[in-house]
Nanobody, 117 residues
C-alpha cells in the first residue's frame, strides 16, 4: 500500500517560483513512474510532467522550459520545481505514482497553487 503526501503549494505572484514535493510511503518508490497533473475548476485534468524509474523526464507543452521534475529515491520524494509562474498555472496539482511492483496507480490529495497579483 502506498500513500502520497504532497506539500509546497501556495500563493505566488506572476514570475515567481514554487517547489512542490510528493513523499511516498512504502518500498515501491524506486520502481515507480511518477507524474504530476493539475486541474483548475471547470477544466479538464492536464498532464504536467513525468519521471521514470530511470529518471527520464518529459513535460506537457504549457510548462516546458519552466518546470523541472526530479526524484530522490533515498527520500522517497519527487519534486516539481516551478519557475516563471503564470496566472494560468493556477490549479490543484496532483502527484500520481504508478508502481511496476504491484501494477497499480496511486494519487496524492492535491496541493493548491495560486498565481496572482
Amino acid at each position: 500500500q502506498v500513500q502520497l503526501v504532497e506539500s509546497g503549494g501556495g500563493l505566488v505572484q506572476p514570475g515567481g517560483s514554487l517547489r512542490l514535493s510528493c513523499v511516498a510511503s512504502g518500498s515501491l518508490f524506486g520502481r515507480s513512474v511518477i507524474r504530476w497533473y493539475r486541474q483548475a475548476p471547470g477544466k479538464q485534468r492536464e498532464f504536467v510532467a513525468i519521471i521514470t524509474s530511470g529518471s527520464t523526464t518529459n513535460y506537457g507543452d504549457p510548462v516546458k522550459g519552466r518546470f523541472t521534475i526530479s526524484r530522490d529515491n533515498a527520500k522517497n520524494t519527487v519534486y516539481l520545481q516551478m519557475n516563471s509562474l503564470k496566472p494560468e498555472d493556477t490549479a490543484v496539482y496532483y502527484c500520481n505514482l504508478f508502481s511496476a511492483g504491484d501494477g497499480t496507480g496511486y494519487w496524492g490529495q492535491g496541493t493548491q497553487v495560486t498565481v496572482s497579483s
